[in-house]
């Protein structure tokens, strides 16, 4: 009976919880301090399960020191790669994906379009510049573009997990394929909540 | 028993097969002659079932004169879009468009950049229409990059059907989805054999 009332939920972890300085503030000054504090948060609470995807992890790597973490890390967080040749995605999503895609391809040939007929006005360095910023707005923005973005949604949608994001082509992803998601900023306050709940749940269960 | 043996397959055809004059060559000088042609030839293969997606229809009527074309069009060909809110993909698909897309987009950065620096030397108008054609070349060739193409693809799996097409990039994901396909160039000969075939089947039944 007890285990019934203790169903674990799945919550997957994307880097920006750790690594950007606004969203992990709550968690602490550096990424290390971040990991180190969402570790104690987590092992506070049992009915949470906590995952990463290992290409996720291997990015987080860049940012923390490795020997500063405690050994929690290797039960808090568990690394798991999605079943990528068990899963499948609805099919409509591939007609979504390759016209955004599309759309996106004839921006970025505008933009390159204008940055050729500035060069003469505005001087090469300039442009280049320039280029390179607008290009990777009209590309890459609000659009899933790396397999590290295809692990987390399909890790996510594997367990039935909440995505815990704050990429925008990854919250798009998760909304078209029904996955829970939380932005990293409301995070904190979210591990709190739980461990409140799961204290009163322990109480209850003693009764 | 007659039934059994005469157990129908499907071929799915895009328009290359019409429209691409290398390949229409063998069955005709215009697409509506080709088109025509194709149609008094699969009237004669009752063991074949030919379809075309309606967005790859709509293509093929900018090429052909609708009112030349006779109305076994209607019986020969059908018109079928696959069923895209049921069918799915296998993820790792996914990984391997996404993949395939970054790399594009950052060649597509890189031709963008040469263009800017080749503007002083080579001029404007030159660098424009140069960078175009290697945009393209770069984003565009030997992907799937429309919802026809996924149409195509799709309405392939879903019968089983064999795929028609010259297209680099559908074949490619032919080939991950095992789909069966035939290069359109190979295509009259294979239904003047159907049409063989058939043929001694018939006797075959009759005795």
Redesign the interface.
Known sequence: MAQEKFKREAVVLDTSLFVNPAVRESFGRTPTEALESFLSLALQVPTLEFYMPPSIFEELLNFIEPEKISGDLLIVLNQKP?K?????????L??E???D??ER?NK??R???K???G??RIG?EE??KD??RK??EA??EGI????E??DLI?LARELDAMLITADQGIIKWAEKLGIKWLLPSKFKEYLLSSIKRDHLLAEHLKQ
């Open positions: 999605p990528k040749y068990e899963l499948s995605c609805p099919a409509f591939l007609y994906l390759i016209e895609i599309r391809v970025g040939l933009v390159a379009e940055a050729v007929r060069v003469t090469e442009v280049i280029l390179r290009y990777r590309l890459r899933i573009d790396s397999k973005d295809v399909l």
